[in-house]
């Protein structure tokens, strides 16, 4: 059976822990390789090589550092098809699906490479005789990034990326439920030209995390997976003086109005909720229609466009969705959806129990949709991250909108209106991180940036654009005196007191 590598210091190296995590197929719910589960020494050695690759790394020019992410774009496009065939193998998603993954990582990737133009500091001549202030942006030094299994090559480059153009050294720990993309992501970056060292792979689960956390040598860590994961590394983290981002779970609500346009919004709607297999923290799983016409009308349309979807294995073309990634998550789903209907929401469309001939061991779904769903419900404040979309109503564009804004989790959220009032009102007052207006994923372009709010975002600087860049550097900033005559032969004299 293959057995998935740690990467460090330049080289693929096998775990020595003997522990180890399953891998599935989850077209067939087949094991198809082992992952090692890293001991702490096996973490120290990753940050070991990661520091040692650090002075030259970080002192090498940002446009040479700014080269080897061009290069490494290159690779990736160059090795677009396998990566995605990899990718759909163990995540369970369409390689369509996988392509657009790997394709948002490039974007991170790209607007890498122009970092050095962010990374510049400021320049005050003449604050005071013979006075210059100026600021630089300096990396942090080590690195960790530790990221979940929806999107295991978009999210480490988000991280590594970034990291890595503004000078520092990294240490990646991705998911152990699909770890394979990311190690041959290291492979590639070397090949683009970074020197051993610069980007290290580690696998693991707790114990891996827990090491990252307390090691003194790691700067900074970004996360993202669950909430309650993402506090607790919050927590843990900044506790042992580290910077820490850490992205948790979501709960995006769609809201259509009377006067948006239905069929626009039905088939936005069915992608952002059902696409992945609802397996992306910017799905769209709660719509919240606005007066009753329009709640009859958006449900029955729903309805048909959710039927209309095909479940398929990961390879098949046709397919709009994939299965989930593994038998506990489908179990968990199905669970939730069992869950809406003992909380009386009604059920319309019943996903479970769905199978494909040849295929049935596979961790398949069918789309669910629920109907009334009310705000009181467990099932509507949990994160169900599966095809289940869940319908709530609502009397007004006020009563609509206070849905997103006291859910517990603030990621994402979207109006469909033709109404630019109101769409600016809601844009401007909602309590969520990311607004779409007309866009049912807004999931921000790789130059601004990414991030939610309340319990799915913990720390407070965002994911690439510009806040990455401050996420990743710290700022010095120098007074210089150079007075004409000799330095020393005046005494010093704060400037803003001449
Ligand atoms: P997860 O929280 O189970 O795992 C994320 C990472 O944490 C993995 O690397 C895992 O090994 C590690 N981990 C798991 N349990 C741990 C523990 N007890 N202690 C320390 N580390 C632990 O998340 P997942 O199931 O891989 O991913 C899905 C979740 O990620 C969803 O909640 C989804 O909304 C969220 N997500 C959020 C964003 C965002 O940007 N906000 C993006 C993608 C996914």
């Not at 080590?142 to 520092?168: D, H, K, L, Q, S």
């Not at 769209?284 to 039927?307: C, I, N, Q, S, W």
């Not at 709009?320 to 506990?328: C, T």
Request: proline fraction near 6%; charged fraction near 20%.
């Amino acid at each position: 059976m293959r057995e998935v590598r740690h990467f460090i210091g330049g080289e693929a190296v096998a775990g020595t822990s003997g522990n180890s995590g399953e891998i599935f197929n989850p077209n067939t719910g087949e094991v198809q390789a082992t992952v090692p589960l890293a001991t702490a020494e096996e973490v120290n050695a990753a940050v070991a090589a990661a520091k040692e690759a650090l002075p030259d790394w970080a002192s090498t020019n940002p446009q040479r550092r700014a080269r080897v992410l061009f290069n490494f774009k290159g690779l990736l496009e160059q090795n677009m098809a396998q990566l995605a065939e990899l990718l759909s193998s163990e995540h369970g998603k369409v390689i369509a699906d996988a392509a657009g993954d790997i394709q948002r990582g490039i974007d991170v990737v790209e607007f890498a490479c122009g970092i050095p133009h962010l990374q510049k500091g400021e320049y005050t001549e003449g604050a005071g005789p013979g006075i210059d202030v100026y600021s630089m942006r300096q990396p942090l030094g080590v690195g960790a990034g530790i990221t979940p299994f929806n999107f295991p090559a978009m999210i480490p480059m988000w991280m590594f990326a970034v990291a890595t153009a503004c000078g520092n050294t990294f240490v990646l720990k991705p998911s152990e439920k699909d770890p394979s993309v990311p190690q041959r992501l290291a492979e590639l970056f070397m090949e683009a030209g970074a020197p051993a060292g610069v980007l290290n792979v580690v696998n693991g689960d707790k114990t891996a995390v827990d090491a990252i956390l307390d090691h003194p040598d790691i700067k900074a860590v970004s996360f993202v997976g669950s909430s309650d994961i993402a506090q607790y590394v919050y927590s843990r983290g900044t506790a042992n003086g580290k910077r820490i981002q850490a992205m948790g779970g979501a709960k995006n609500h769609g809201i259509i109005m009377p006067d948006a346009n239905m069929e626009q919004a039905v088939q936005d709607i069915v992608g952002a909720a059902y696409g992945s297999a609802g397996e992306r923290c910017m799905a769209l799983p709660v719509a919240v229609t606005v007066g009753k016409a329009t709640g009859d009308e958006f449900t029955e349309r729903m309805v048909e466009a959710a039927r209309a979807l095909k479940v398929g294995i990961t390879t098949d073309p046709d397919a709009h969705y994939g299965p989930v990634v593994s038998a506990a998550h489908k179990e968990r789903v199905e669970n939730y959806i069992q869950m809406g209907v003992d909380e009386g929401a009604d059920l319309i469309l019943d996903g479970r129990g769905h199978t494909l001939q040849g295929y049935e061991n596979g961790f398949f779904i069918g789309p669910s949709l629920f109907d009334n769903v009310t705000p009181d419900m467990r099932s509507y404040n949990d994160e169900i991250f599966g095809p289940v979309l869940q319908v709530v109503r609502a009397e007004s564009l006020e009563e609509a909108a206070a849905l997103p804004s006291q859910h517990q989790y603030g990621n994402g959220t979207a109006i469909f209106t033709s109404n630019g009032r109101a769409a600016r009102e809601f844009a401007a007052r909602v309590n969520v991180g990311m607004v779409g207006v007309n866009v049912p994923i807004p999931v921000p372009m790789s130059y601004h940036t990414f991030g939610g709010w309340k319990r799915s975002a913990f720390g407070d600087t965002n994911q690439h654009g510009p806040e990455g860049v401050r996420f990743w550097t710290k700022v010095k900033t120098i007074t210089q005196r150079w007075p004409k005559g000799n330095v020393g032969d005046q005494a010093f004299i704060i400037p803003t007191m001449q």
